[in-house]
């Protein structure tokens, strides 16, 4: 707390504000050049997302989301206990954006499945 204080005196002194001078008034000049937030880097907040929040989220069986964290194609999982695991929510969130580009930009067929036509025998039902 006391580290705060005296950033912002030292602040307002850098503006040209004495000890003796109390805080300029909001609206003013002088109030704009004040610095508004301390200069300590905050903790950044981290959301992170269970399995069921996963599967609302990104609707791939849990075995497709298992090989391609194998594969490093999907954002890795990890442990918070020996039975909670848990995935970073912006990392899904950037993996998503990253697919929708990639999706939007490719110039490939939209069939990249295997050639049907190709089969020797059609599959029994």
């Keep these: 707390m ?3 204080v005296e950033q912002l005196a030292q602040a307002s ?5 004495d000890a003796d001078q109390s805080l300029p008034l ?9 610095p508004q937030f301390p200069k300590r880097s905050p903790l950044p907040f981290r959301r992170t997302i ?3 929040e996963l599967h609302q989220i990104v ?3 849990e075995t497709t989301v298992y090989e391609m964290e194998q594969r490093g ?5 990890f442990r918070l206990t020996p039975r909670c695991v ?16 990639a999706s939007r930009s490719a ?6 499945g295997p050639d049907v036509r190709l089969r020797r025998h059609r599959p029994v039902r």
Excluded: M
């Excluded at 002194?13 to 504000?17: D, F, H, R, S, T």
């Excluded at 909001?26 to 004040?34: H, N, S, V």
């Excluded at 194609?73 to 999982?77: A, C, H, Q």
């Excluded at 848990?86 to 580009?101: C, G, H, P, S, Y």
């Design 107 to 112: 110039n490939t067929d939209a069939s990249a």
């Design 26 to 34: 909001p609206g003013t000049e002088a109030y704009e050049t004040l």
């Design 50 to 52: 269970r399995r069921h």
């Design 73 to 77: 194609e999907f954002p890795r999982r």
């Design 59 to 61: 609707p791939l069986a």
């Design 2 to 4: 006391e580290s705060e």
């Design 13 to 17: 002194n850098a503006v040209g504000i």
């Design 86 to 101: 848990v995935w970073d929510l912006e990392e899904v969130q950037a993996w998503i954006e990253d697919r929708k580009q």
